[in-house]
């Protein structure tokens, strides 16, 4: 590497803060090139930091004009100063204030990170570290402070001007154009937490009274013109309210809970104290320009946000090493939410469906990292699916293993406990060692370990003493042989030929859970009737490799019988996984295993397609090219995987063609029925979406006939994106047609280019390349908008195995160029695209070189970011 390796943060040098921040007075003066921040902090030495020590604020890309202590200018020999900090030697030891002023250029902040504008719009984003680029500050999370923040602009261009808190004033100012508002937040909060935004925006409003009696306006503020579009997003802040308030006792606690939309946006969203700023994709919906997946995707993170109110703000994190404290929490909060909401086992499909594919696959590359890292050289690297992902599944055991009513005991006594203070993995597992009086600590250890571990499982039936025994054994990847078994929740069950055998028990199973905290251990069911198959890991109980030998009639036995509707779905995974991972290995001789598949899946259609279309949908979706190399793990080859794939979609297709034609019938909307994107019609659609893209797989005439149709007919964003990535596959003049007509009905809607960008860029065919060059020069495309890269770069890189992992080299090549050209103006985004570079070692040997040659061309690039560099070494370490 020709860049200087960035200094690694280490987790066990945590120390407190050497100063404290009790209160911070903000004066902020918007404008376009020139804005002034004057920040006045009020300081105290720390009693739990060390004496004498000097004050050293952080700061990044900051031009300082002017500092005073107490009121009196400081003399320039008093303090040193530059871009990325400031360090006053000999501070006072006592409590003193400080008047920092510095200048912000909003305009020209391409990193999204502290103020920038976004489409006229003035915001920001703090997290993790972007206070420091607004003024110098102790920008840790462990420092809370009382703000107040007076915002100040031209009264034209940014006639809303919200802040964190509550208003506490608003007025103008005489013959300058200029109009100002003062916001006051009561709460302590670290500067993460801060924002502010500025501009000409429309809304809409609800009011909403909490539990408590307080009297809330709620608000979603939009760019001008698309109102109409948030009304959704409201809804779904005041059902988070109230289902926040019924299911952990959490009620809101300011006047005012806003939520503002921005166009260009590095992350998802943002739980700044009582000002919510999001990425417009996840709040403007209609049926004209969103998805059922956009509808959900939105509910989803509304309510995640706003579940940070209580895990994230009131309670927050000790330093970022605690992230998963805050996100692994809320993720599973906000999963929950939308599980009581919608149909909770298709949920819950949905959920480890995205698990398996981008947590496995990291947990199993270079990137791999504890849920709770032990170091770090870019926190913004760390925002990761381990740390979210599988830090909720850390809490769902946790559930698991001791039980609903502790559970909510436990979260009750980890706010209670907790309120207000900065805390730490150590502090959430103690409150529920508290209400439980078991001893977490081995619990703790999913918290400290990479890798995903491998349950493997045996069953062994004795017909005579009519017993059942099944034997287990745990091993972690990489760990050392005296590394501690985990504790382990199995959620389990016996099945039978003809249903569930609810008459077997043993005694090691408690509400059917068998909880394995050994490295091996053995369980045995007594008055076991018949040979059983037997369903363990329901509901996917632990985030963990199950290895098994069942035959696929057992695996139809649990499709058929297995009253846990995630083991269904996850015995059709496995059956699909096994025929297609057996072609590409050459290790198949008869189709006869595929046509008994095809015959399975015909008569579960027949006995539950209409009764939950939803749930059916998702049976009839086979892995992803990427689940299958996953499972596959070594010298994986995507072409080959494409192949096999495709050909088991085509026997599908064929197989099941009249039934699916007769289920498209059978669900189709009455015409001029309402669009509704609840989940009872969107699982209509998505079932009736099935049907098209398996008839298409096996005759292409047929789909593109039925998808012109439904594009002809569609009511709604959903059905016409279905067809025109059903025509997608089909190469030839209608897919073009289609593709052509969609970009010109939609040519003023950047959000709904975006799916079009991501639907061309996932064609898996040789053209593919070129056509994304073309689309680079599009006129909506623009490098600085993280939604257009994400959709056409984005999704070519982890959607598109076959072309980005091209022979030639090129799909690499592609993303590499573009990594390049981003990282000087958006180095966050730049490292994420870098992200999709994770599994390279796992590929052929061809392709591997390839992968890796162009990881150490991006790598020897002079003057990278410490974020692309940080991926750079980690990737390519070992
Ligand atoms: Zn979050």
New binding site residues.
Partial sequence: MRTETPPTVRLADYRPSDHLIDRVELDVRLDPRDTRVTATLALRPNPAGRADAPLVLDGDDLTLLGLALDGEVLAPEAYRADASGLTLPDCPQRAFTLRIETRLDPTANTKLMGLYRSSGVYCTQCEADGFRRITYFLDRPDVLSVYTTRIEADRESAPVLLGNGNPVEAGEIPGTGRHYAVWHDPLPKPAYLFALVGGRLDRVTKRFTTMEGRDVALAVYVEPGKADRAAYALDAVERSMIWDEQAFGRAYDLDVFNVVAVSDFNMGAM?NKGLNIFNDKYVLASPETATDVDYAAIEAIIA??YF?NWS?NRVTCRDWFQLCL??GL??FRDQEFSSDMRSRAVHRIGEVRTLRARQFPEDAGPLAHPVRPKQYAEINNFYTATV?EKGAEIVRMLRTLIGEAAFRAGMDRYFADNDGRAATVEDFLKAFEAVTGRDLTRFAEWYECPGTPRVAVSGHYDAAARTYRLDFRQTRPGAGADAPPLIIPISLGLVGPDGPLDQATSDRVEDGVFVLDAAEDSLTFTNVAAEPVPSLFRGFSAPVRVEISLDDAARLTLLRHDPDSFNRWEAAQRIATGLITAQVRGTTTEAAGAERFVAALGAFLDAEALRDPAFAAQVLALPSEGDIADEIGQAIDPDAIFRARRDLRRRLGAGLRDRLLTLRETLAEPAGAAFSPDAASAGRRALRNAALDLIAAADPAAGIALAQEQIAAATNMTDRLAALSTLALLPGTARETALAAFAERYASEPLVLDKWFAIQATIPEDGTIERIRQLREHPAFAMTNPNRVRALIGSFSLANPTQFNRLDGAGYDLVAETILALDGTNPQVAARLMTAFGPWRRLEAERRSLAEAALRRIAATPSLSRDVTDIGTRSLAG
């Fill in positions: 739980e995640h946000e940070h994230g805050k996100e809320t993720v979210y």
